[in-house]
Nanobody, 114 residues
Framework: VQLVESGGDSVQSGGSLKLTCDAS????????MKWARQAQGGRTEWLAN???????YYTHVIEGRAVISRDNAKNRVTLQLNNLKVEDTAVYYC?????????WGQGTQVTVSP
């Protein structure tokens, strides 16, 4: 199982970013995918997940400012982040669960300046 995130960058407050997670090594089209983040020294925050049928779910942390989507042909899940705030600065990870095990990517850094 491999999850590779990309798209993180340094942006100003109010800006947007599109994060991408490329997946391989498992049955992607039948797997739910999640995005989470961890600020330096902080706890992990769940942001959004998308079911195999494409149904999205957002937590209050990011609801209204993000769109999660998936492309089963490319084994890819994306997270569009809008109206970014300084407090959104964190490493963003994608995750999936197979059986009893969770798999994470290496993360991509998002830095938002005032």
């Amino acid at each position: 199982v491999q999850l590779v995130e990309s798209g993180g960058d340094s942006v100003q407050s109010g800006g947007s970013l599109k994060l991408t997670c490329d997946a391989s090594g498992f049955d992607f089209r039948n797997s739910a995918m999640k995005w989470a983040r961890q600020a330096q020294g902080g706890r992990t925050e769940w942001l959004a997940n998308i079911n195999p049928d494409g149904a999205p779910y957002y937590t209050h942390v990011i609801e209204g400012r993000a769109v999660i989507s998936r492309d089963n042909a490319k084994n890819r899940v994306t997270l569009q982040l809008n109206n970014l705030k300084v407090e959104d600065t964190a490493v963003y990870y994608c995750r999936t669960s197979i059986g009893q095990r969770d798999y994470w990517g290496q993360g991509t850094q998002v830095t938002v300046s005032p």
